[in-house]
């Protein structure tokens, strides 16, 4: 008998703001940097170090608590977690329990409502890496005390679509608000599964299981369809799901047991001593909610009335804030808006897959696209020589110029009629052999024809309109 079961998920989700420095010093917050090269005694948790709170990242989250609907805390503190880890040289992390910064927020995901149970500040830990050779692992404290938002939804995710389709609206809030980049292979947004099952139509929650480490939606969503396999598996032969923390081995697919799960006791959470109570002004709350800016769905329907876009293109266009900056910058330089919105949603990711290059990590120039579009769009480059200057200049770091890059290479076609009469006039006259062939009826002469008129253009007008004025001037 094959029983109906229905999945509950829940998630916490970590985004590292992108501060210049760190939540509680000076240090800075690059990523990639040297290990232990962006650490002092304070991130480092030296005796007689005291932290002092950076007031961007209050007023990062803030804004952040604003676009997820929350009610903000005007009377908002730390806590101590405290737990013994390598990768945590204080031996606590400083974060909120007791009045983190918002709670009682939302997101809407299509239709769906998913409820955000509250977002807190806390410190990121260092890393550990670990020797593939041997059995050592070396600390690196860089990313110690870099700033993370903390956001702990309710359990109303029935499926991983769902859970995807939080992300990509978390992180398409986030980049519109310019808090963190939020990208998942730099860690930079991570999520963590809390998730249960139960026989359709039961109410009560089944015992839920936390999976960690996984670093990318496809991660998430296989990480998601074992764990539901796998307490099914246990529920139906009569087994118990065990309160634990698993641990997600994407290159094995599966998740082995990492400990079992704490609960917040054991942790011996207490208010931060070295940090005072933050009360947050009206001016302050003001300034954050004014300060937002038009986010996705805004901006998509602005889309939709100023640039007469499909609302699927304006969509697409509109999911990251760089791409809808882009296309405005590029429209505004004097390329025609759908010509834009096509170069932008299907020639710029084509050619990104062609050179393996993420779109977060491209700026083109947008006067010199939108010189490349006019160009293409107006016939004078040839599309598939336009595609490549596109590669050209998607693939230059630096200063790059459309008109040289085509000047150089001889790409621009010169439909000029006045120019391609004259030649076709020159070389009618330079070659009375050839003409008198074609005139007798051998055809294929004129292909001798149309060969020295391309040199005279030196390939700066298209064969097929050279053929179509030289058959014309043939026959008169
Ligand atoms: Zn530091």
Known sequence: MSERWETVIGLEVHVELSTKSKIFCACSTEFGGRPNTH??????????????????????????????HCDIDRETRFDRKNYFYPDLPKAYQISQLYRPIARNGYVDIGAKRIRIHEMHMEEDAGKLI????????????????????????????????????????????????????CKMQEGSMRADVNLSVRRAGETALGTRTETKNINSLRAIEHAIESERSRQIHILSGGGAVVQETRHWNDDLKTSTAMRSKENAPDYRYFPEPDLPVIFIGEDFLQAARDSLPEFAEERQARFVEQYALPPKDAARLTVRRETAELFEAVVSRGAEARHVANWLIVHVPHVLKTLSENAEDIAPDPSELAELIRRTESGTVSRADGLRVLEALLSTDGP?????????????????????????RRVIEANPKAVNEYRSGKT?????????????????????????????????
């Open 39 to 68: 650490c002092c005694p304070v991130c480092m948790g030296l005796p007689g170090t005291l932290p002092v709170l950076n007031r961007k990242v209050l007023e990062y989250a803030v804004r952040a608590g604003l676009a997820l």
């Open 130 to 181: 670990h020797s593939e050779y041997e059995h050592e692992t070396y600390p690196d404290y860089n990313r110690a005390g870099v700033p993370l938002l903390e956001i702990v939804s309710e359990p109303d995710f029935r499926d991983s679509a769902e859970v995807l389709a939080y992300l990509e609206k978390i992180r398409s809030l986030f980049t519109y608000l310019g808090i963190s980049d």
């Open 400 to 424: 790059f110029r459309v008109s040289d890059y085509i000047r150089e290479r001889g790409l621009s076609v010169n439909n000029d009629e006045s120019a391609l009469e004259e030649v076709i």
């Open 444 to 476: 294929k002469a004129i292909g001798f024809l149309i060969g020295q008129a391309m040199k005279d253009l030196q390939g700066k007008a298209t064969p097929a309109t050279v053929r179509e004025r030289m058959e014309a001037a043939l026959e008169t």
